[in-house]
């Protein structure tokens, strides 16, 4: 069996409609019980109770970024082998990519005005993901301005890898200019504790949370751009009669 | 009782804006589903 036996539509609808119902129960159980955990942990010496802000702001962020590349990937699908599943789920993906950035964005700046004393900063990677965020209306935008599906998939297949050095900047802003308000990152690899065990687990949870409830999402966008583009068809066929 | 202290205006917009966006997101995907449905549901239909 081949991973690209997914990109027939028929048999996409198939497999999509037999694991949405377990991915979004698994949304829904992570996200709600992240949420809840996250809210209920104690007061941070330093932060006080805007820590729990970070159970929003570091999922919202992270997917953000991981949208973007996942929707590269399709994007590049499309582009060099023509999968027409692979590019209506790069754009089912942006709109969903398009709210995170903004939840990290707006969340971000409402942590930032008590802790920095600023609602916003020109600072490298805020602004590399304004950028992105920019970058997801154009994405957007450019699906629905041209009528072609087939053009609009090359043209913001394109689009899509331009913007990717956004993605990138979005992530690794930091660590390029080290510069700017913004902290490293949150959670690493790398030896060194930077979140307390308290804040670790329920962030953990929430992080599978958003990843799965983007998941859920996209199957679901995917599944209904499939539809439209079979009813504009069907529609076609009857007009040339 | 939740504590939130004299931060609790802040973390109380951070939640509900995300919160309110999250759900926006969640119900716009599933009306736009079920309208697609409908839609390819009523050509074909038509098409006997």
């Not at chain 1, 992105?132 to 629905?144: D, E, K, M, R, V």
């Amino acid at each position: 069996m081949s991973i690209w036996e997914y990109a027939n539509p028929v048999k996409f609808m198939r497999t999509s409609s037999a694991i949405l119902p377990w991915v979004a129960a698994g949304a829904a159980l992570c996200l709600g019980a992240g949420l809840v955990w996250g809210f209920l942990t104690p007061q941070d010496y330093k932060q006080g109770s805007t820590v729990k802000i970070m159970f929003l702001h570091v999922p919202a962020a992270m997917m953000a970024i991981n949208i973007w590349v996942m929707m590269l990937a399709a994007s590049l699908i499309w582009l060099i082998r023509r999968h027409h599943v692979s590019a209506l789920a790069a754009k089912a993906a942006a709109p969903v990519g398009a709210v995170m950035t903004v939840i990290a964005l707006l969340t971000g700046a409402i942590w930032g005005q008590p802790m920095w004393g600023t609602w916003w900063e020109w600072d490298p990677r805020l602004t590399a993901f304004l950028i992105l965020f920019l970058f997801y209306l154009g994405y957007i935008a450019l699906w629905s301005a041209v009528d072609n599906p087939d053009s609009a998939a090359d043209l913001t297949g394109v689009l899509c890898l331009v913007g990717s050095v956004f993605a990138v900047l979005s992530r690794y802003a930091v660590n390029f200019w080290n510069q700017g308000l913004h902290q490293g990152a949150s959670l690493s690899v790398k030896a060194g504790e930077r979140v307390d065990p308290t804040y670790k687990y329920p962030l953990y949870l929430c992080m599978l949370g958003f990843f799965l409830l983007f998941v859920t999402l996209l199957l679901i966008r995917t599944r209904t751009e499939i539809r439209r583009r079979r009813t504009a068809a069907l529609l076609a066929r009857e007009v040339r009669g | 009782m939740i504590e939130l202290g004299k931060y609790a205006g802040p973390v109380l917009a951070a939640w509900g804006v995300s919160l309110a966006l999250l759900a926006g997101m969640v119900v716009q995907t599933l009306l736009a589903d079920a309208r697609a449905r409908r839609a390819l549901e009523q050509v074909e239909r038509n098409r006997g």
